[in-house]
């Protein structure tokens, strides 16, 4: 039996290049006692990964040269010795890059099939979702009729934190790289206003949307977007740094917000969200994004892609916001 | 009778320069009734007097051309139609840089001499020590046994926290730019640890003394010593942003933290202090800090300079760094 994985070949010095990976192909050993034999069916691209290629540790720790791409994978088991899983079982967990995966259990979280689509817990009730989840209610903190703001609003964290906005009562505006982004905003997730930040002032727009300011700016994208925002709070805001899609290429080199003292003048908070601090608190937040997906309050899209020997093509999209929707790639 | 005031002339687009003030001397006209007449005796040169100097409005409107510059002053009532004030009595309020103030009791404070000196009104029982005092303990939210890093300690706020934080248990850590200041710290201030910023390399010197990070980040300075403090935050880190005296000269080109995703990682919080936002309990924080400094737990440093003429030559020495201590004009 054989596997075929996505392996860091060598680390980006800025954007992610098809050489930065090789894809091999090896004999699998057969698995051990305690341990579970998996077989992926789908894969999510995310962009944390372009931290994870950089050596040094962060929050995680980088993935070492020669190593599976480390990503979010869900699949299905196929063979088990491990007394807490049988074959049939749908499982989640940093599985890597890869057709099949050796697991002893730790870090597996067994999926329940009633609660969405396979590819639904690597999205909106996977990692991007909780993100949204935790990042907006318990730090965003957002009460009924205040203004947010969400930037990289397209992709599945963006979205999910403009819906359940909606759902709590708030005005949101949201901003995207395509027109066709924005109109989906609008017309299919509910947001109040969308931005096509390539063709729009964002500021200006800012300051029609929201004249009395942006109580709660969820920030994905970093760079000139954060900058423009911080002139946007209004008085009490949260900041909610998420993530700086528009930084990650050149780490070395990222733009600080020059604005920064904004937030003191606002009488602002500046703070951000690490996933993993909620992790006990995921199956609740889980069950309750998939009675909204069940009630269509919340819309969920996808954007598939196939086969491993495309990881890098795929990867790319990401950063440069060719993606319309979820990423996924399907091994 | 004749008022000399230091008017703003025009605005610099720098650093301040002599240029930029006129002196002015002017007949009084007699006070109205409910009015009171002031003989300033001291005036106090703050950091924030640079962003005043700035057209448009930030938390406080700008300085006009022409008018007198803005200064927190303090002195004695020679003549008043007020009945709320007796001649003999001293005030303070924002009164400006000049030899007599005419006041409608707005915004004046009448003082109670013997919680300190005059001169002391204007700082450690003054704005700045009020900045030291709420940013602190309502902001940073100090614990007994965590370390804290103050930049700009030298001054009358970064003192005045520091010294703060050695009553509440605090291990503490400032920075200035000369050796006799950080030999002051840690002589007459009882810091732990010093470090001068010029001559030292402020990163290693915090991984030195605070090698599990820096629970709270009273920053006065921004710019690269930000971004230092950044890069060793311990987990559930407060950054408290009171000024960046680094850029006040340069404000259309503020360097912005680069490594603000250091703040997401810490679960920290970045947020401000404006004094201003607690002034119903500046009369209860007053009384704590006199009763602090007569129990000689805060040492008191101040910097004298005379005569009206000079108000540009000391001004500058704060954007410089070359005062050593509270700085006080006296007209």
Redesign the interface.
């Known amino acids: 039996m054989t596997n075929t994985k996505v392996v860091l070949a060598n680390r980006p010095t800025g954007a992610v290049e098809d050489s930065n990976f090789d894809l091999v192909t090896e004999e699998m050993a057969p698995i051990k006692q305690g341990e579970v034999l998996i077989k992926i069916e789908v894969i999510s691209l995310d962009p944390a990964i372009r931290g994870w290629m950089n050596e040094g540790t962060?929050?995680i720790k980088g993935i070492e040269i020669g190593a599976v791409m480390r990503s979010f994978s869900a699949g299905e088991i196929i063979d088990s010795q491990n007394d807490a899983y049988e074959v049939g079982d749908y499982v989640t967990g940093l599985l890597g890059s890869q057709t099949y995966a050796i697991s002893s259990g730790e870090g597996l979280k067994k999926l329940d099939m009633s609660s969405g689509k396979l590819s639904h817990h690597l999205g909106v009730l996977g990692m991007p979702g909780m993100t949204a989840y935790f990042g907006l209610l318990r730090r965003g903190q957002p009460k009924s009729g205040e203004v947010i703001y969400v930037s990289g609003a397209a992709g599945v964290v963006g979205s999910t934190v403009g819906q359940i906005a909606k759902i709590k009562g708030c005005i949101v505006i949201g901003s995207a790289g395509t027109d066709a982004k924005c109109a989906y905003l609008v017309n299919e997730c509910g947001f109040d206003h969308a931005i096509n930040y390539k063709t729009e002032d964002i500021n200006a727009k800012l300051k029609e949307y929201a004249p009395k300011g942006v109580h709660i700016f969820y920030d994905n994208v970093g760079g000139e977007t954060l900058?423009i925002a911080l002139m946007n709070l209004a008085q009490g805001a949260r900041v909610v740094?998420c993530g700086?899609i528009s930084q990650y290429n050149d780490m070395a080199?990222?733009?600080?917000?020059?604005?920064?003292?904004k937030?003191?003048?606002a009488?602002?908070?500046?703070?951000?969200?690490?996933v993993f601090?909620f992790v006990q608190e995921w199956p609740m937040a889980v069950e309750e994004i998939a009675g909204w997906i069940a009630e269509d309050k919340i819309n969920v899209k996808e954007h598939m892609t196939e086969g491993l020997e495309n990881y890098a093509t795929t990867l790319k999209m990401l950063y440069s916001g060719q993606n319309f929707g979820k990423l996924i790639l399907i091994p």
């Open positions: 962060t929050y900058d740094i700086a080199n990222i733009k600080g917000p020059k604005n920064y003292m937030i003191v003048t009488r602002g908070v500046l703070t951000g969200i690490i601090d």
